[in-house]
Nanobody, 121 residues
Framework: QVQLVESGGGLVRAGGSLRLSCAAS????????MGWYRQAPGKQREKVAA???????NYADSVKGRFTISRDNAKNTVNLQMNSLKPEDTAVYYC???????????????WGQGTQVTVSS
């Protein structure tokens, strides 16, 4: 089994910052990529940012220049530094990992339980 545990959500005023962290544990052979998605009330889940095992990153246009994703491959963790937060960033943020749980296992996606981020105006 693989577990992803997020931390760092909370309530912040517009213009403020938060840092989300996610740790993957359990039966992990290798992680290809990790990332963050978010889902606001009444909206579909959307991709926020992702980072591969060689450090390549990509971001949603709405967060470029404000959010930074980073990863510690040795610790199987991924972080999301969120600056200049806006009320429209309010959502539940989910960590995900695309990984192999064994040398003969298929590449599979795992999700964390989500952490609430609320940005007040």
């Amino acid at each position: 089994q693989v577990q992803l545990v997020e931390s760092g959500g909370g309530l912040v005023r517009a213009g403020g910052s938060l840092r989300l962290s996610c740790a993957a544990s359990g039966s992990i052979f290798s992680i290809a990529a990790m990332g963050w998605y978010r889902q606001a009330p009444g909206k579909q889940r959307e991709k926020v940012a992702a980072i591969t095992n060689n450090g390549s990153t990509n971001y949603a246009d709405s967060v470029k220049g404000r959010f930074t994703i980073s990863r510690d491959n040795a610790k199987n963790t991924v972080n999301l530094q969120m600056n200049s937060l806006k009320p429209e960033d309010t959502a539940v943020y989910y960590c995900n990992a695309d990984l192999w749980s064994g040398s003969n296992s298929p590449l599979s996606r795992y999700w964390g339980q989500g952490t609430q981020v609320t940005v007040s105006s």
